[in-house]
């Protein structure tokens, strides 16, 4: 049978019209459904749609496609996430304002995403970078502001000497981390920046409770915030009795503390240092602030340090030990100062091994004796506290926190002496929100020398980008170098005042995209309450996992503070979230147009059409994994799209039943009724590859059915109507065509999802494997309504089980789980 030639442009075309005339993917409230939000990570307006983005995308616009004829009412929005300093960069390179260059962008990527056939609701489109939008991105600025959780510090950022401009982690280059513009070595300063107070709500973050995220988010955002209980311990630097506080999760190895270290950036340590030692300590520090805090802490970097030339005063045996720093101690995390226990951590060990300073083992494995005081490397885990004072023969176990009664009984003591108390840290630090950009929502905030830092008023917002800026070479912030914008006067008192300067993370402005979706042209707040209401909170959230410990715990972070402002209701944004991997190029490598090896799907959908593009994506890999793009791979999708059309338009096929046998009939109505039950199965668990080989096997039986004469049958017509159905959410426009050959009313994609006929899906008969002593011997085939015993009589009557018996009796046959007998002689 000749396959009919398939005009994928004219369908495509005609129904993408019609759909966006008739509104049909318009979402609008309806009390009478249940409600279904389905939100997939908005894109960058980079240029041009990548195949990346449709793999991003199609899967999910084919689940929310999936629940609407579930019988849910879905809303399914699209926006844009367009500031960022990719356009900031382009035009400090070309001159074209990053205004005009993002919105070009947007309206190209646009008219890309609507070939896809998505049923993307563009009337709810938010763009973060139009003034509607960064409106409530600075309001919700100042509100956190009120709530106390916006505050101001000093912080360290990378910076370019020779541009005198901060610059992105993007913008520093090579293992010796050089400006991308000028090849000038970067340094740290610190600079005044704006920070949100996340580790208020580290404990929340870590209660999962009540949403279905993947196991592997959960983990990482875990493992990022990384929750330790221990101990604040207080020792005193001996020249100047300055107290330094450290954090230690081992209280219980206090007497084995021989030396301290501190941060290169701690602020004691200019104070502390003897005059021998400035020089070294100097050259350290600098040399420290050229690296970042990754590459500090790398697991395998040598160990370097520099002594100070000061002491500090054990609190629990009143030894004196040396101050050192060490770039591996940083200020990001507990207090930048640590107390070392070298016979009790590997990193510890290894910097007093190199610079000679005492090692006291104050753990001692249990049943083991030292002949010599000497170790040979750390002793980590359970034992029995010795050299420690009053709590010598104390054990110790491997349990953190209280659990361990040697912690325990050091915790009441230290607080009992007033040298420390229990405590709990974090790895995990407040958010950063400052960037010295000009291309992202401003920092609606005003300094006056009298009264400081004030909001802007309510009704000044927003405070508008000036569009009339100057892009300097070094990268320069616009906004600091405008003439005229950043003077303004205070809102209490009226007089001059200055305006921050410093725009936010765009991180900000993502945090919040699924309110603004919910009514993106409403001016009376960032959103219509009654929307809120009836959509929130998202139900189904989709994107990548490389989001998890960013976007996906910052969205967590603000709606948390943003229920604690009564702005919003619920303990979490998103209840169901769901990842997926990566589409690499065909060589195995990650896309960039400098490989050459990025695949545009606007050539694809010219080619081969919209529908066989989507169904390849979906096809081509599991989705929460990913895969090599495969060019040839997409012709089998091709071949099955035309296959179809031609199974439901070839004018040869007969329109009257030509007297199918009931056997055939069955066997068909059994198959449909087995791959609905499938692929909606498949639909639940997002695991869309198999959706389509499903597909492809159904309608090889239905050719098979159509030669032995199934054509014009009830049972035929059922599974045309139940075909088209499942394929709609998967390739939209040629399941509308076809929906129309049929004759059915317009539109498919309004059509009840199909009920599963379960007593149509049972086999008349089964195959199972026989098993004689744990191998496999023969197969039998039974009823599918055999008994136990049916299946056992079966299966020792047959001629190849008595040969293997030889003659034998069983001691048992077991039937497991009506899936093989097991024999055993």
């Not at 990193?347 to 005492?358: H, N, S």
Request: aromatic content about 10%; charged content about 25%.
């Amino acid at each position: 049978m000749t396959d009919i030639y398939y005009n994928h442009k004219e369908v495509e075309s005609k129904w993408q019209k019609k759909w966006e005339a008739d509104k049909l993917y318009r979402a609008v409230i309806d009390t009478s459904k249940p409600k279904h939000y389905a939100l997939t990570m908005l894109p960058y307006p980079s240029g041009d749609l990548h195949i990346g983005h449709w793999f991003s995308m199609i899967p999910p616009d084919a689940r929310a496609r999936y629940m609407r004829m579930k019988g849910y009412n879905v809303m399914f929005p699209m926006g844009f996430d367009a500031f960022g300093l990719p356009a900031e960069n382009a035009a400090i390179k070309d001159g074209v304002h990053p205004m005009k260059r993002t919105f070009q962008n947007i309206e190209r990527m646009r008219t890309q995403m609507k070939t896809m056939g998505a049923m993307f609701d563009w009337e709810r489109e938010a763009v973060s970078a139009s003034p509607e939008y960064y409106k409530w991105t600075e309001w919700f600025f100042i509100q956190l502001f009120k709530q106390r959780l916006a505050y101001r510090k000093m912080s360290a950022v990378d910076w370019c000497p020779n541009c005198n401009t901060t610059l992105a982690r993007e913008q520093v280059w090579g293992d010796d981390r050089h400006c991308e513009r000028c090849q000038t070595p970067v340094i740290k300063k610190n600079l005044d920046q704006w920070f949100f107070k996340a580790t208020k709500y580290a404990d929340e973050l870590l209660n999962f409770e009540g949403i279905d995220w993947p196991q592997t988010v959960k983990t990482l955002q875990t493992n990022w915030i990384d929750r330790s209980e221990g101990a604040e311990v207080r020792f005193i630097v001996e020249s100047n009795q300055s107290p330094v506080t450290v954090f230690t999760t081992r209280p219980d190895t206090l007497w084995g503390a021989t030396f301290m270290v501190f941060s290169p950036e701690h602020p004691l340590v200019n104070e502390i240092t003897t005059p021998e030692n400035k020089a070294a300590v100097e050259e350290y520090k600098a040399q420290a602030a050229r690296q970042t805090e990754i590459q500090r802490g790398a697991v395998d970097k040598e160990k370097t340090g520099v002594f100070t030339g000061a002491y500090a005063v054990n609190p629990v045996n009143q030894v004196r030990i040396p101050i050192w720093i060490a770039d591996y101690v940083m200020m990001s995390y507990g207090t930048g100062a640590i107390m070392a226990v070298p016979a009790h951590d590997e990193r510890d060990f290894a910097f007093a091994q190199k610079y000679e300073l005492p090692i006291v083992e104050v753990i001692q494995p249990v049943g083991a004796t030292r002949e010599s005081p000497i170790l040979e490397s750390a002793s980590i885990g359970a034992g029995v506290m010795v050299n420690s004072g009053p709590f010598n023969g104390t054990n110790v176990s491997a349990e953190k926190g209280r659990k361990n009664p040697g912690i325990a009984k050091v915790l009441d003591w230290i607080t009992e002496q007033g040298i420390g108390k229990e405590s709990v840290n974090y790895r995990y630090r407040d958010w950063l929100i400052s960037r010295q950009r000009y291309w992202g929502a401003p920092i609606p905030m005003i300094h006056c020398d009298v009264h400081g830092w004030n909001p802007v008023p309510d009704d000044q917002l927003p405070v508008l980008l000036p569009e009339d800026v100057e892009w300097r070479p070094t990268g320069e912030s616009p906004l600091k170098l405008h003439p005229t914008w950043k003077n303004t006067t205070c809102p209490v008192c009226g007089g001059a005042a200055i305006r921050e300067t410093d725009t936010m993370d765009t991180f900000m402005c993502s945090s919040w995209y699924h309110l603004r979706y919910l009514s993106p042209k409403y001016d009376q707040g960032p959103f219509d309450p009654a929307e809120y209401d009836y959509w929130m909170p998202v139900d189904t959230y989709t994107g990548g996992i490389e989001h998890a410990t960013m976007h996906l715990l910052y969205t967590r972070f603000f709606h948390k503070a943003l229920r604690d402002a009564g702005i919003v209701e619920g303990h979490e944004p998103m209840m169901q979230l769901r990842n997926q991997g990566m589409v690499l190029g065909e060589d195995g490598d990650k896309m960039s147009k400098s490989k050459g090896n990025v695949i545009a799907p606007d050539l694809l959908v010219n080619k081969y059409g919209a529908d066989s593009v989507r169904a390849y994506i979906m096809f081509f890999a599991r989705w929460e994994t990913g895969a090599p793009w495969d060019s040839q791979g997409i012709e089998g999708s091709v071949r099955w799209i035309r296959r179809v059309w031609t199974l439901f338009t070839d004018p040869s096929t007969p329109t009257t039943a030509p007297g199918a046998s009931d056997e055939t009939k069955k066997n068909l109505r059994r198959k449909v009724h087995q791959t609905l039950r499938k692929v909606t199965r498949d639909f639940e668990k997002f695991e869309f590859n198999t959706i389509i080989s499903s597909l492809m096997e159904l309608m090889n039986e239905m050719y098979k059915a159509r030669e032995a004469g199934a054509v014009g049958t009830p049972e035929w017509k059922e599974v045309q109507e139940i075909y088209l159905k499942m394929m709609a959410p998967v390739t939209p426009h040629i399941a509308e065509e076809l929906w129309t050959v049929l004759g059915k009313p317009y539109s498919i994609h309004t059509q009840q999802w199909p009920e599963v006929d379960e007593a149509a899906t049972k086999e008349d008969s089964i195959e199972l494997p026989v098993q004689i002593n744990a191998k496999v011997r023969d197969r039998i085939t039974v009823s599918a309504e055999a008994t136990e015993d049916d299946i056992k009589s079966t299966a020792l009557a047959s001629e190849i089980v008595q040969k293997f018996l030889e003659g034998k009796h069983p001691k048992k046959v077991i039937v497991a789980q009506g899936r093989l007998v097991s024999i055993v002689v």
